[in-house]
């Protein structure tokens, strides 16, 4: 390179240099999706009618 930089361009080349070396952040932790997403509570059965259909929905599937 060649010539007299600007303080302007001597900036930017480094601020460039300076992003180019600096590490990765980490990832993020994957966080566990909440019971609102949850597919199965989603897709419920259809109640169950009868004498034990009170019960139905605490039984597991």
Do not use: I, K
Not at 2 to 29: M, Y
Not at 33 to 38: D, K, N, T, V
Not at 42 to 48: A, C, D, E, F, N
């Amino acid at each position: 390179v060649r010539g007299n930089p600007t303080p302007e361009e001597l900036a930017a080349v480094v601020s460039v240099l300076t992003v180019a070396g600096a590490p990765a952040p980490p990832p993020a932790p994957a966080r566990p999706a909440g019971a609102w997403a949850s597919r199965r509570l989603q897709l419920r059965t259809p109640h169950s009618y009868g004498p034990a259909g009170w019960l139905a929905p605490a039984l597991p599937r």
